[in-house]
Each structure stands twice: as C-alpha cells, then as structure tokens.
C-alpha cells in the first residue's frame, strides 16, 4: 500500500513541493506518492480530516493554514509551541502531531550549504510575522552575537522580541532604528520580495563579508538581493534552499531517513534558471 503524503495551500498550484519529494522519495527508495491540494480559505479543517479518513499519512502546510494548523494539533514539538505556527503534520492512532521545520531548514541552508557560520555573527532579521516567529529561535540556537529584529512598524517587532526574551535579549524596532549599525547575516522575511517591491533600508547595513538571505526565491534576483548587491553583501541567497532543506526535515521526521538534499536543489536550480 502506497503511503499518501499532500501539501495543503492557498493558493498550492505552484507548489514545488511535490516535485521535492518524489525527488527524496526516489533517492530513498521510500513508497509514497505527494501531492498538492487546495484547500479552501474556510475549510481548512474539514480538508485535513478528508486527506487522513482518505488514508493520509502526513502533510506540510503552506500559506496561509500554518496557524491554523498549529491549532489543529492535539501534540507539537517544541519548535512549533515556540514558532505558533506549524509546516508540518504527522497523523497516526494518538491524532495530529505538529512541527515546524522551518528554522530548521534556515539555519542549515545558510550553515551547510552556504558554509556561512552563525556563531558569533550579528543577525538583523526584516519583518515580524509568521514567517520571521518560526526561525527567531533556531536562529538564537546557534548564538549569534545579537540578533535585531526590524518592520516596517516597530510595534509588531518590539512584540515579537519580547515573546523570545526569555531566551536572550532581543533588540527591535522599524527600519530606521537600524540606520548607523552594520550586520553580518541580514535575512529577509517580509514578503516584499513576492511584489517586486524593496525595502526602505538605511545604506551601511551590510558589513564587511556580509551575507543576505530573502527567503522568498523565483527567476533571477529579488528586490532585496539586488539591494543588498549594490550595497555591498559578500554574499547573496535565495530561499530556495531553505525551501528544500525544511521539506527534508519533514521528509526525515515521516520516512526516518533523511536524503541528500543537494542534488534536489542543484534540479531546482536548472528549472529555475530554465
């Protein structure tokens, strides 16, 4: 019996994801089919119990289910309880199991596949939604020097650094308190990249052999890589490969085996650029 496996979205048509694991599943010799459903805005719920009572085995959540998801959970790992949000989900006797592969799958793209070391680094991270909440603390995990979280509205940071003091002490606030400082690593989570449109950032922030990392990706360079080019980043990223890294967590918790995840980008790649 082939094992059933889905991506849940909205929209989900141009989901990568699918093509990734039939990726992982052939390199592993793993039995299972992955596919994209959409799910509608109200219903979210009500497709979830479909997908399980149809027999399915697990599903990662994209935009915008990912909390919703979280609450849909009757057990989470730590990383979810604290990202709020979950990506991932496990069914099984005990119900719905939650995860949140994300800051995982950051944090190796930018530590292995990039060789960019966090330790010791100061981080600005743009943005304060979901999508900044589910990689602060793996980002905190790996002991930058400081880690300063910015948006275009400084209350919406400042909220998100208090939720993570108990940790470390987290600086925030909007875009121009970062004006005279300089970072090593700059990741951008908004989703400003998705509408062509740039950030209004103060000119210096990029320190010598800085890396900047959009997490969104597609043909060519966004908004903010090139940004970050002309300001002088020693290196620059999409959020490709943190896409593929996150889904082989997720591949690894469901399949207990986890597959190279470079031959997988290093296709996505070609498509890409195609």
Same mark, same amino acid.
Request: net charge neutral; glycine share 10%; hydrophobic share 50%.
């Given at each position: 019996m082939t094992d059933r496996y889905c991506v849940f979205g909205n929209p989900v048509a141009h989901s990568r994801s699918p093509a990734i694991h039939a990726q992982f599943a052939a390199q592993c010799g793993q039995d299972l089919t992955? $596919?994209?459903?959409l799910a509608p805005l109200d219903g979210f719920a009500d497709a979830v119990a479909r997908f399980v009572a149809a027999g399915g085995k697990g599903a990662n959540v994209t935009v915008p289910f990912k909390e919703e998801a979280f609450r849909l959970?009757? #057990? #989470?790992?730590?990383r979810a309880e604290r990202a709020g949000a979950v990506n991932t989900?496990? @069914?099984n006797a005990d119900g719905i199991f939650g995860d949140n592969t994300d800051g995982a799958g950051l944090v190796r793209d930018i530590e292995v596949n990039l060789a960019q070391p966090l330790a010791g680094r100061r981080i600005l991270l743009l943005g304060a939604g979901g999508a900044a909440r589910g990689v602060i603390a793996p980002l905190l995990a790996c002991q930058p020097t400081a880690l300063f979280i910015a948006n275009r509205t400084a209350d =919406?940071? $400042?909220a998100l650094a208090r939720? @993570?003091? *108990?940790?470390?002490a987290v600086d925030a606030g909007n875009y121009a308190k970062t004006a005279g400082r300089s970072f090593d690593v700059i990741i951008n989570a908004t989703s400003a990249s998705l509408? /062509?449109?740039?950030l209004p950032l103060p000119p210096g922030l990029f320190a010598p052999g800085s890396l900047a990392y *959009?997490?969104?990706? /597609? =043909? /060519? $360079?966004?908004? @903010?890589?090139g940004l970050a080019r002309a300001q002088g980043a020693a290196c620059v990223a999409d959020g490709l490969g943190m896409l593929v890294e996150q889904a082989a967590e997720a591949f690894a918790l469901w399949r207990g085996v986890r597959p190279d995840s470079l031959p997988v980008l290093a296709a996505l790649r070609r498509q890409l650029a195609g």
């Amino acid at each position: 019996m082939t094992d059933r496996y889905c991506v849940f979205g909205n929209p989900v048509a141009h989901s990568r994801s699918p093509a990734i694991h039939a990726q992982f599943a052939a390199q592993c010799g793993q039995d299972l089919t992955y $596919e994209a459903l959409l799910a509608p805005l109200d219903g979210f719920a009500d497709a979830v119990a479909r997908f399980v009572a149809a027999g399915g085995k697990g599903a990662n959540v994209t935009v915008p289910f990912k909390e919703e998801a979280f609450r849909l959970c009757q #057990r #989470r790992s730590a990383r979810a309880e604290r990202a709020g949000a979950v990506n991932t989900l496990c @069914f099984n006797a005990d119900g719905i199991f939650g995860d949140n592969t994300d800051g995982a799958g950051l944090v190796r793209d930018i530590e292995v596949n990039l060789a960019q070391p966090l330790a010791g680094r100061r981080i600005l991270l743009l943005g304060a939604g979901g999508a900044a909440r589910g990689v602060i603390a793996p980002l905190l995990a790996c002991q930058p020097t400081a880690l300063f979280i910015a948006n275009r509205t400084a209350d =919406k940071a $400042e909220a998100l650094a208090r939720a @993570f003091a *108990d940790i470390v002490a987290v600086d925030a606030g909007n875009y121009a308190k970062t004006a005279g400082r300089s970072f090593d690593v700059i990741i951008n989570a908004t989703s400003a990249s998705l509408a /062509g449109e740039a950030l209004p950032l103060p000119p210096g922030l990029f320190a010598p052999g800085s890396l900047a990392y *959009d997490m969104m990706y /597609g =043909k /060519g $360079e966004t908004p @903010f890589m090139g940004l970050a080019r002309a300001q002088g980043a020693a290196c620059v990223a999409d959020g490709l490969g943190m896409l593929v890294e996150q889904a082989a967590e997720a591949f690894a918790l469901w399949r207990g085996v986890r597959p190279d995840s470079l031959p997988v980008l290093a296709a996505l790649r070609r498509q890409l650029a195609g």
